[in-house]
T-cell receptor, first 116, second 115 residues
Framework: DADVTQTPRNRITKTGKRIMLECSQTKGHDRMYWYRQDPGLGLRLIYYSFDVKDINKGEISDGYSVSRQAQAKFSLSLESAIPNQTALYFC???????????????FGEGSRLTVL | KQEVTQIPAALSVPEGENLVLNCSFTDSAIYNLQWFRQDPGKGLTSLLLIQSSQREQTSGRLNASLDKSSGRSTLYIAASQPGDSATYLCAVNGAGGTSYGKLTFGQGTILTVHP
């Protein structure tokens, strides 16, 4: 089983619909992130959370919201989806333990969202 | 604002060649730099992580170097194989304060290794 699991893997929806993408992890990491990937634009940070009570906006948070339900779960919501939110969305985690791998990010398989 | 650039955008080589992928970044105040591999329609797989205090990291046929002062990193792939075909992404992790933990990605290099 994957350490970082995203659901759904693929979703097609219509403009104006509410969509939730979920992420769960078994790595025991405190830090979780949501990125989106667009052709030609690379990956951009939407929101991040350093622990259960911490939520921070990233580079492109407008039109999105998140919820950190537990250390292992971090959900991304689109309250009213629009076509330019069509993208590949990635959840990632990272540890905070002071080891040589501090700051390394581990990604899920991605959720492909299409908004018609 | 940190900007990350990868050159070349695409590379096609015959099997067996040694090759170098380049990554440059504008702000040298980084915590670490990470190289990823992405296969079509798949997630990102971490290849190598170089902390800001390190000069290079090696894993099998891969070697990544970091010159923080000049804002450059290279990924060296020895004896390339068709299975190495993928998109390679470089990402910089900002240092301290509100930057820590937030990766800035390059656009990626699309590598094709043909038999």
């Amino acid at each position: 089983d994957a350490d970082v699991t995203q659901t759904p893997r693929n979703r097609i929806t219509k403009t104006g619909k509410r969509i939730m993408l979920e992420c769960s992890q078994t790595k025991g990491h405190d830090r979780m992130y949501w990125y989106r990937q667009d052709p030609g634009l690379g990956l951009r940070l939407i929101y991040y959370s350093f622990d259960v009570k911490d939520i921070n906006k990233g580079e492109i948070s407008d039109g999105y919201s998140v919820s950190r339900q537990a250390q292992a779960k971090f959900s991304l919501s689109l309250e009213s989806a629009i076509p330019n939110q069509t993208a590949l969305y990635f959840c990632a985690t990272s540890p905070i333990a002071m080891t040589e791998n501090t700051g390394e990010l581990f990604f899920g398989e991605g959720s492909r969202l299409t908004v018609l | 604002k940190q900007e990350v650039t990868q050159i070349p955008a695409a590379l096609s080589v015959p099997e067996g060649e040694n090759l170098v992928l380049n990554c440059s970044f504008t702000d040298s105040a980084i915590y670490n730099l990470q190289w990823f591999r992405q296969d079509p329609g798949k997630g990102l797989t971490s290849l190598l992580l170089i902390q800001s205090s390190q000069r290079e990291q090696t894993s099998g046929r891969l070697n990544a170097s970091l010159d923080k002062s000049s804002g450059r990193s290279t990924l060296y792939i020895a004896a390339s194989q068709p299975g190495d075909s993928a998109t390679y992404l470089c990402a910089v992790n900002g240092a301290g304060g509100t930057s820590y933990g937030k990766l800035t990605f390059g656009q990626g290099t699309i590598l094709t290794v043909h038999p």
